[in-house]
């Protein structure tokens, strides 16, 4: 069975500086590898995914994330935070058959201070 | 606005009625799923359907839960003789998927609220 985990619960970041969010997950074959965000009482929005090729995927507002197979990790960056990014993000791995359904971590929640 | 739409956006229930939830996919998707999720969770996946078709339903669906998508367009979830456990916000999400396997990722709407009082 598929599963992600997402160490952090909560993370700070001083607005202007750089963030990564953590993302491991376990799954047996190729991973299709997916970043959300959630802002309170609103549903989820797509920030990148990951199928194939570059393991560098960029994304929208400036965020990236690196897929290492050897670390079964897919972390989430951005160089500079705004405090509108102040959000819960989700990381979510999909079996490689498709555009599967989808299972999540726990969510790490972003506060800017 | 295309977006996937879902009602109502808040719903609070006395413990053991029914409630049903609508889910509007973007018109042209033919997959769509719904996903629960409890504070401090991610979203767990319910059921989805390809058109009209429930494809595929998880353990956590008992069977006081009922999702249906006559015709292949909107889709409603119902729950049945509801419990305290079932407050949570119900996630609804929709996605084309081409032959092949390509398609596009999974657009989620806002949610419905349920609180079980």
């Known amino acids: 069975a598929q599963s992600v985990t997402q160490p952090d619960i909560h993370i700070t970041v001083s607005e202007g500086a750089s963030l990564e969010l953590r993302c491991n997950y376990s799954?047996?074959?190729?991973?299709?590898l997916f970043w959300y965000v959630q802002s309170p009482g609103q549903g989820l929005q797509l920030l990148l995914k990951?199928?194939?090729?570059?393991?560098l995927v960029q994304g929208i507002k400036g965020f990236e994330a690196e897929f290492k197979r050897s670390q079964s990790s897919f972390n989430l960056r951005k160089p500079s935070v705004h405090w509108s990014d102040a959000a819960e993000y989700f990381c979510?791995?999909?079996?490689?058959?498709?555009?599967?359904?989808?299972?999540f971590g726990k969510g790490t929640m972003l506060l800017v201070s | 606005d295309t977006g996937v739409s879902q009602n109502p956006r808040h719903k609070i229930t006395k413990r053991g009625q029914n409630v049903t939830f609508r889910c509007d996919p973007i018109?042209?998707?033919?997959?769509l799923y719904w996903y629960r999720q409890t504070l401090g969770q991610g979203p767990e996946f319910l059921t989805y359907?390809?058109?009209?078709?429930?494809?595929?339903k998880s353990r956590l669906l008992s069977d006081r839960f009922s999702a249906e998508r006559p015709k292949g367009s909107f889709s409603t979830l119902e729950i049945q003789r509801t419990e305290q456990g079932d407050s949570a916000m119900y996630l609804c999400?929709?996605?084309?998927?081409?032959?092949?396997?390509?398609?596009?990722?999974?657009?989620f709407g806002q949610g419905t609220r349920l609180t079980v009082v």
């Open positions: 359907f390809q058109n009209e078709a429930q494809l595929e």
């Open positions: 979510a791995v999909g079996a490689s058959s498709g555009y599967s359904t989808l299972t």
């Open positions: 799954y047996g074959a190729t991973p299709y």
């Open positions: 990951y199928f194939s090729g570059d393991t």
């Open positions: 018109s042209e998707h033919n997959r």
């Open positions: 999400a929709s996605s084309l998927t081409r032959q092949g396997g390509s398609g596009t990722e999974a657009f």
